[in-house]
């Protein structure tokens, strides 16, 4: 079975310039997770989404970041425009609660450099 | 406001020895607690996780303990093996309202099993 799926997988770009990234939850789940993890902060949520819908976004740390799920099989972070101090590790993960269970699954990730 | 602190950023054992591996939490709402190991360049993957009606779980090499009056929990691994070296993160979740409840990760803790 294919698991969490996130592109690209690395990702530099310039001060001021727009990025998008990219996941494919696993096929059944019904919940996509955003993360991004510092050296500082470690592991924060910065979104989430039930059935396509963004339940909390208070994580989302400015007006920069916006993040999207059209469909279920498919979520973007955007981020506009790009500074260096979002340079981290951006994770998608995804779970079904109809199992009961708390249990998230995670993509490899997206380590975005921000110059 | 962490709520989820690992205080030990690394933690180094010999192989064979027990590895144990601390996490402290600070919201009395949290009912499920969960242990992720991550490799460098993969996502986090579920190790094992434990009910707040529990006070043990174990899973071959890996035990979780729970101590609800002094919020804290532990993660035990008997023997350690060198495949063991990562990052161990405790992560926590509140009551499961019915739909996907979201996780607060700790900082993570470093374990090298050493030859």
């Known amino acids: 079975d294919a698991g969490v799926i996130q592109s690209p997988r690395h990702e530099v770009t310039e001060m001021g310039q727009e990025v998008t990234l990219r996941c494919k939850p696993i096929?059944?789940?019904?919940?996509l997770f955003w993360y991004r993890q510092t050296m500082m902060r470690g592991l924060e949520l910065l979104i989430y989404?039930?059935?396509?819908?963004?339940?909390?976004d208070s994580g989302m740390p400015e007006d920069r970041f916006s993040a999207k799920m059209p469909n279920a099989s498919f979520s973007t972070l955007k981020i506009q425009p790009s500074e260096p101090r979002d340079s981290a590790v951006y994770f998608c993960?995804?779970?079904?609660?109809?199992?009961?269970?708390?249990?998230?699954?995670f993509g490899p990730g997206t380590r975005l450099t921000v110059t | 406001d962490q709520q989820v602190k690992q205080n030990s950023p690394s933690l180094s054992v010999q192989e064979g020895r027990i590895s144990i591996l601390n996490c402290d939490y600070t919201n009395s709402m949290f009912d499920y607690f969960l242990w992720y190991k991550k490799y460098p360049a993969e996502g986090p993957t579920f190790l094992i996780s434990i009910s707040s009606i529990k006070d043990k779980n174990e899973d071959g090499r890996f035990t979780v303990f729970l101590n609800k009056s002094a919020k804290h929990l532990s993660l035990h691994i008997v023997p350690s093996q060198p495949g063991d070296s990562a990052v161990y993160f405790c992560a926590a979740s509140g009551i499961n309202t019915g739909t996907a409840s979201k996780l607060t990760f700790g900082t993570g803790t470093r374990l090298q099993v050493t030859l």
């Open positions: 989404f039930n059935n396509n819908v963004p339940i909390d």
């Open positions: 993960a995804s779970s079904s609660w109809d199992r009961s269970s708390y249990e998230q699954y």
């Open positions: 096929s059944g789940h019904n919940s």
